[in-house]
Each structure stands twice: as C-alpha cells, then as structure tokens.
C-alpha cells in the first residue's frame, strides 16, 4: 500500500499542530492480547515516518509499563512528539486490580511526577483526566491542573469522557485543548452534548476506540475468538447474542468497503473524520495498533472521501448497537448527562 503521509491540524484553539492521526498506544502493552516490544518500537518509528504525531498513553496501560516502553522513543523524537497521558485511574502496585478514580488535587501532584519520571521527560505535551470523580470539585481538580501548566510541568490541558456541561465548566478554569471521548460508526453518544460543547469553546476532540477496540475491522466476531487475557472478553458488545447482532450492522461497512476498494477499518476511520467535519470541529481520532503493518491502511483512511449516500447508509448503525460500552458505566459521561 502506498504510504500517506498525514495532513496536519491545529489541535484544538492554541494547540499544537498535529497529524490529522494520532496512534494510541495501549494495546502495546495492555489489554488486547499478546504484546511484543520489538514489533511495539517499530511501530511507534513507523508511526512518526507516516506523519503521525499525536502519541497517547496513560499512566494505568499496563500500570505504567506504557509509559515505560514508549519513554525512549518520545525523548529520541522530542521535537517531533506530541506526548499524551492521562491520570485518575489507580491500580493496585502489587496486582494490578483497579483500586477507583481520583480526581485529588495532592493526587494530581503525585500522579504528574511518577508519569514524567516514567517516561523520562521534562515537560507532558497534553495531560488529560482519564476519568472524572464527581466527589471533588471540579474547578478544584482543573486548578490543581492548571498549576502543573504554571509549573511547566504540563503544556496543555485535555480531559476524557466529560459532559458538555463538564466541558463548559472546566474551560472556565482553565483552557482546555482536547476532549478524548469514545467516538466511531458504534458509539455516538458524545454527539449529544460533548461535541457541541467542544465546538463552542475551541476544543479538538480526539475519539479513543475509532475502530469500536476492533470490532468495526471485522477483525473478530465474537470475543471468545480473542486470546484468554483480552479485555474484550468482557465487553458487552462483543459477548453472546449481542457479538451476533452487531455483526450484522457492520453489513453497510462491508458493502463500501467492497465497493470502494478499501477495508473495514478505513471505512469506520474516514466516518469519524467526517462525521466532526459535520459538526465543524477538529478531530484527531487515535486508532490503536501494536503492528507496523497496520500504519499505512490507517493513515490512508484520513484522506478516504465517504460520499454521502456512504454516510447515510452508516447513520443508522449506532441507534442499533446492542450492549453498553464499558461492562460497568458508572465512570463514563454517558452517566452524569
Ligand atoms: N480515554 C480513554 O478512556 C480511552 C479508552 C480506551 C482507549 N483509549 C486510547 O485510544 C486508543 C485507541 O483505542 P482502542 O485501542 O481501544 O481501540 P481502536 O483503536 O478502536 O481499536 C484497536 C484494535 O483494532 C485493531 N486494529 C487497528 N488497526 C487495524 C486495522 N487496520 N485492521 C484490523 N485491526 C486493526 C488493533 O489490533 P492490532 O493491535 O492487532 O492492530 C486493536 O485490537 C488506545 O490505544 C488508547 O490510547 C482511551
């Protein structure tokens, strides 16, 4: 395939110039199956050479292990890397086993530290709250925040799976760069408040899980398919009767994917391109990948061009959708709107 190298856009009002693709990296290390590091670091130096710069982590991807493994290759590329990460989900340091959400302003100053010594950096390009506790205060948190931007701790802001009116409220704090919420052809939620928000107030969103965690490739059908450690296992979408009726809707995915020439995965990354275009914002989706050979087909969906009768066969699928996103959904926005 030939490679595409990436447009670039503005993330978000006085954000950084990004490629119009980022790469999400916790599957390298967590999550979807057997990881490999050497196939993981070229991944990473593909990504960059295909015009990705957009990088994503968190400091609970295999509980710090992501940053770990991506640390080397963001300080050798520095000027090239725009480094994400995230902070609020804690894991036991024994086992792993999630231990809750904080959103603690003296957390906060404890999590940002751990996540520069981790990747061995000075300076966190764009630093998100992962989840949001809404027994703190959230001009407290988005303050504590802001303080690491005074530090030069931080350089932008972003948070995840917010509310508009979550959105709206931490903006007043503090500008905030980018939104990363769920965002595919599967789960449109964020199209309710979310995005509206985020195109009044300048904000770039960036859609986590583009390729519905692979389903939407067509990659798998049913999670019993998937190896005994994946967390897919126990998504809701993808078990049982539900894996069997959303099969079924990737049929209009199947049919341009066919026509045009392209795969799955280009169809369901060039409707999230297109469908912000729609709302007139600015999107970075970033689609993740522990495998070189998927960096070209990826990259090329960001200048695919779905027509309009393409699109409208696709408005329909995310109304369908059988099961939650997440097994429990007490953390998500979907849950506080
Ligand atoms: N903020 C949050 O709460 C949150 C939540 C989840 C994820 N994220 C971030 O968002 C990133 C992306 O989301 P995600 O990884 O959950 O889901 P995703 O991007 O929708 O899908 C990833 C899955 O698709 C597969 N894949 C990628 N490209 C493919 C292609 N061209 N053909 C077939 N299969 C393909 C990957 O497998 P291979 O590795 O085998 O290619 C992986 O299993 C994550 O890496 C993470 O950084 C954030």
């Not at 449109?188 to 904000?203: F, I, M, Q």
């Not at 007139?280 to 970033?286: N, W, Y």
């Not at 960001?302 to 699109?311: M, S, Y």
Request: proline share 5%; hydrophobic share 45%; with cysteine.
């Amino acid at each position: 395939m030939t490679q595409t190298v990436l447009p670039t856009v503005e993330l978000g009002t006085g954000g950084p110039l990004v490629g119009v693709q980022g790469l999400g990296c916790m599957g390298m290390s967590e999550f979807y199956g057997p990881t490999d590091t050497g196939e993981a670091l070229a991944t990473l130096d593909a990504a960059l050479e295909a015009g990705v710069t957009l990088f994503d982590t968190a400091d609970m991807y295999g509980s710090g292990r992501n940053e770990e493994l991506i640390g080397p290759f963001v300080r050798a590329n520095r000027d090239k890397v725009v480094l994400a990460t995230k902070f609020s989900i804690m894991r036991d340091a024994e086992n792993g086993a999630l231990r809750g959400i904080s959103n603690d302003p003296a957390y906060i100053r404890t999590a940002v530290d751990a996540s520069l010594r981790r990747l061995g950096v000075d300076v966190i390009d764009l630093y998100y709250m992962h989840r949001r506790d809404p027994a703190v205060p959230l001009a407290d948190s988005v303050g504590a925040m802001a303080e690491l931007v005074r530090a030069g701790k931080v350089r932008h802001l972003g948070l995840s799976e917010v509310t508009g009116a979550e959105l709206r409220e931490a903006h007043a704090v503090h500008p905030i760069t980018a939104l990363q919420s769920e965002w595919s052809v599967f789960a449109r939620d964020v199209e309710r408040s979310a995005v509206p928000a985020a195109v009044e107030l300048g904000v770039a969103f960036v859609p986590y899980s583009p390729l519905g965690r692979g389903f939407l490739t067509g990659a798998f059908q049913d999670a019993n398919e998937l190896s005994a450690e994946d967390y897919r296992r126990t998504h809701p979408r993808f078990t049982g009767d539900n894996a069997t009726a959303n099969g079924e809707l990737l049929d209009p995915l199947r049919k341009i994917a066919a026509a045009r020439g392209v795969t799955l995965a280009q169809v369901a990354l060039a409707w999230v391109h297109q469908r912000a275009e729609v709302h007139g914002l600015a999107v970075v989706p970033i689609p993740g990948t522990r495998k070189r050979s998927r960096l070209a087909e990826n990259a090329a969906a960001a200048t695919l061009r779905l027509t309009a009768e393409e699109l409208a066969l696709m408005e329909p699928v995310a109304g369908r959708v059988a099961g939650n996103r997440y097994p429990d959904m007490s953390a998500t926005s979907e849950a506080r709107e």
